[in-house]
């Protein structure tokens, strides 16, 4: 076990995480060596910087990653994200935690990501295309939908996934649907997708405190109001709950009485801003220090924001009875122990976000299909499979010995169901 953990200390906090949730659940079910290699390896790193003429006339070189984490379960899947903040210790880490996610939910795929690092809010739409079809075209080789089928992130939307879409069926010849997912309904998206992992969030929670009343009548704060953050909040809203806060990169607002998250979420997605929504709707709410949406006195805490923000500095100011981690990797081990200590149940990210990779999943088999399914049929599936993995994490907590938390028995779930496969499967040659 000493020699498998020696080297997390040289890594990037974000990976650091990723591997010390996997080396505990592994030190817990007695791995061997040589299966935690192989499932702390990744089977494909590209890496790749590109040129891409800029508005002003210039051109800026952008770095871009690719990364397979483990296709033992079919092909890999992941998102692509366009951020200042993008490593490829960051991108690593998100694309082992997509293998466990995909396992979780039991969806046929392996784990992927990818990134580029840009700021998309400073970047035209003519520049975003360019960068999307470069960067497409750039990772053209180890991309498609029998091998490897990518999907939006951070920072990317419905569009950049008709831009990449596009491009690889212009470099193939014929349009192949398949390749991406989260792309606009007009060109094979699904219906859905694109409130897809709010909506799993919301589903695992209406489960969670089905015996305690559902998740009216609860407060709710949200970090991150994009498009995870913000489908939570409208959905929840409407489901009949209060969100009491939000926030964004830019603003924290709170208002006792319930924020309008639908409203607020309607108008960012017409083009407007959290802050410009504020400014016009905002009456009885006010302005807060980002901290105190994380730290606020409600029910349930949805971090959907970024990675590592409740750690061991805040853990122990966190109110929140729930938290359901909408972001990936949003908490470290730290503030994990702190959590279980204080008996705050962690829905992990690895159940809780797994909507957005599930109706992903359901769009692919559609693209394959050429066929069309209707939002009912899309959210019934949504919630059969999403209400499926909550059960199999809480019977599997409830069968561990010592007792476990949700993280422990998703990880468990994950890892056993990906050694299953290799083991089928065996090593070629
Ligand atoms: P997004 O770009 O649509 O939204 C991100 C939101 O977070 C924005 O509102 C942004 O302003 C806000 N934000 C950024 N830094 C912040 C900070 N320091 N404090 C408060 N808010 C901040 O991205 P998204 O697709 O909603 O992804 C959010 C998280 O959810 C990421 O961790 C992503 O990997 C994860 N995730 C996304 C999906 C998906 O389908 N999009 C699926 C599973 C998991």
Redo the contacts with the bound molecule.
Sequence with gaps: MQASTEGIRAMEPVLETAMSQFHSAADRIRMDDGMRDLLTSFKTVYQTEFPVDMDDGSTRVFSGYRVHHNAARGPVKG?I?Y?EMVTLDEVKA?AMWMTW?CAVVNVPFGGAKGGVLCNPAEMSSHELQDLTRRFTSEIGPIIGPDRDIP???????PQTMAWMMDTYSMEQGYTIPGVVT?KPVAVGGSEG?FE??GRGLLYVLQEHLATVGGVRDRTISV?????????AAKLMVESGAAVTHV????I?IHDPTGIDAPGAFAH?NAGGT?RSWFDVHGTGAEEID?AD?LEADVDVLVP????N?LTEENADRVKADVVIE?????TTPEADQVFADRGITLIP?TLA?????TV?YFEWVQARQYLHWSEEQVNAELRRLMVNAYHSVTTRCGSADEGCTFREAAQWIGVERVIEALELRGIFP
């Design positions: 998102g994200r951020s998100l996610k999907a939006p992130d951070m920072g990317t939307n989260g997708r897809a992992t970090q991150g109001f994009g498009n995870v953050g913000g489908a926030s964004d990169a830019e924290a960012i959290l980002h949406v959907a924001a970024i990675e923000v909408g972001a990936n990797g949003p990210d976000n797994a909507g957005g990779v992903s």
